[in-house]
């Protein structure tokens, strides 16, 4: 099955800083997404993105799917950014996720 | 209203025992999913449930078994629980050939 790897694992930031996360698979994918796990536990769909770029508010979000890779740009970030972040890829019939990074945002 | 919505939110419960846990969506989706958040918080698939074909992760225990009554529900059975069995269990559902998958709120399992 398709292999999913995330970095950094870890990353700590004081509020107001920028970031990248990066995600890379093992084959090509017809749908890639990220997900944000809040310090309270729930999953939040930020970005369904297979290819290309994408907006919404602070965040961005590029596919580069001849490379197989993405990546989540996290810009003036909040200490409401804290938590999880996940990308996932279908494969097959479910979706695999990558290990996550584990965002720390500092007042 | 909650579009994938699962109960309970927390479950404690001895070693040995029975237990099931509730998932509904009314997104219209027609794909539903079982996940397993472990400790170190990895997501891993468990089952996913399409047009009454059930898909199952070759490694989960025959222990788990889902149950669908219709296409808004997908229900988790798990029997003779082992403390192993203590997780976050997430259910999810999408519409399938569509783009977001959309999960519930969690039930934190923890089997004593």
């Known amino acids: 099955g398709i292999q999913v790897e995330q970095s950094p694992p870890d990353l700590i930031l004081q509020e107001g800083a920028n970031s990248t996360l990066r995600c890379n698979f093992s084959d090509s994918v017809n749908n890639l997404q990220w997900f944000h796990q809040n310090p309270w536990g729930q999953l939040i769909n930020l970005f369904y993105?297979?290819?290309g770029t994408k907006q919404n508010g602070r965040l961005s979000a590029t596919t580069v799917a001849t490379e197989r890779y993405s990546l989540l740009y996290i810009s003036s970030s909040q200490t409401t950014d804290s938590g999880v972040y996940f990308c996932?890829?279908?494969?097959?019939?479910?979706?695999?996720f990558g290990p996550g990074t584990r965002l720390s945002v500092l007042p | 209203d909650t579009a994938v919505s699962q109960t309970p939110k927390y479950l404690v419960t001895q070693m040995g025992n029975d237990k099931s846990i509730k998932c509904e969506q009314n997104?219209?989706?027609?794909?539903m999913y079982w996940y397993k958040q472990d400790s170190k918080k990895f997501l891993k698939i468990m089952f996913s449930?399409?047009?009454?074909?059930?898909?199952i992760n070759e490694t989960v225990p025959n222990r788990f078994s889902p149950k669908s009554p219709d296409k808004a529900h997908l229900n988790l059975h798990i029997n003779s629980l082992e403390l192993g069995d203590s997780a976050v269990y997430f259910c999810?559902?999408?519409?399938?050939?569509?783009?977001?998958?959309?999960f519930g709120s969690g039930t934190q399992l923890s089997v004593l």
């Open positions: 996932a890829v279908e494969d097959g019939q479910n979706f695999v």
């Open positions: 997104l219209g989706h027609d794909t």
């Open positions: 993105i297979p290819s």
């Open positions: 999810a559902s999408s519409q399938w050939g569509d783009e977001k998958l959309f």
């Open positions: 449930y399409n047009n009454k074909e059930l898909i």
